[in-house]
């Protein structure tokens, strides 16, 4: 039965996800934003979702270790399997703001994160703080898109959908992602329970895997139908959102132990992946990741997923 949850929740949150996705696309196109933009707000906030309903879940559940552990593992999930899985099927082109502006804040965010849980807490305040540089981030991300496109005068594409259909979508897609959620978690703690399996290890592998697998439908079909920027943008994106938004909305309702393992080496782990993403987008003299940095990637994602259940 366990299992069948598992798998349940899996099929309830890629199909929820991927309306999500679409959704909220729509929405962005109403209000005239750029595809770098979508894919870092819009599509970023969807395909994240899951990730936001399971630590939700986790938290009421009082199982503190899949919150952070599905947040750790997804955005090492995002960066080392679905982009390297990505570009591994399409290379892809790197936008100058993803180096210049995104990846700091990522790597600033994910910093303040090791300094807030260095105590072996996370509390209700540093959420808040997580939370409102979140909000800056969206803000300064969605005027400053506006400002680039009206300069442009580059044509967006019209929504898909009408305002109306894509509320409706995003609403029901949302509901869809709360019970997947509930499934996940149930099932992930089951199973890892029959063969005596930590909380922690099966949220940083089967659980942040199954919450991934949006951003990397997403980011491969944007890679194939050539919108590397969102492609970059859901990646980088998913992970800002998943430590300023899904830590700060739980921590917010509930503080949060840290497990040993996430100070000791998952938050190193992360920073170190995170880092070589850097180097990978700023080669000297292309602006383009290879499918040998893919493969790269790849191994990182298949190194940690070896050592946790080591």
Partial sequence: MDYLF?????????????????GGVSLARHFRVSTLVVGL????????????????????????????????GSNISNIGLVLGLTVIIMPIAVNAR???????VLMASTI??????????????????????????????ILNSRRAERKKEKKI????????????????????????????????SGIASSFNISDYVIST????????????ATSVIAAIKKESDISIGNIIGSNLFNVLG????????????????VLNF????????????????????????????????LICYITYIAFIYS
């Fill in 6 to 22: 598992l798998l349940l929740g899996l099929g309830l949150l890629l199909l929820s996800g991927d309306l999500l996705v679409r």
């Fill in 41 to 72: 707000t819009v599509v970023s906030l969807g395909t994240s979702a899951p990730e936001l309903f399971v630590s939700l879940q986790a938290v009421f559940a009082d199982k503190a270790d899949f919150a952070v552990g599905t947040v750790i």
């Fill in 98 to 104: 993803s180096v210049f502006f995104d990846w700091p």
């Fill in 112 to 141: 303040l994160f090791y300094f807030f849980i260095r105590n072996g807490e996370l509390v209700h305040f540093e959420g808040i703080i997580l939370l409102l540089l979140l909000m800056a981030f969206l803000v300064f991300s």
């Fill in 157 to 188: 594409p019209d929504p898909k959908y009408s305002l109306v259909i894509s509320l409706l979508i995003v609403v029901a897609s949302s509901v869809g992602l709360r019970f997947g959620a509930v499934w996940l978690v149930d099932g992930a």
């Fill in 205 to 216: 592998s089967i659980v942040a895997f199954g919450t991934s697998v949006p951003e990397l």
């Fill in 246 to 261: 899904i830590l700060g909305i739980t921590t917010a309702i509930k503080n949060i132990e840290i497990n040993e393992q």
């Fill in 266 to 297: 998952d938050i190193w782990y992360l920073g170190g992946i995170s880092l070589l993403l850097l180097f990978i987008m700023i080669p000297a003299k292309r602006a383009r990741i290879r499918r040998i940095e893919g493969v790269v990637l």
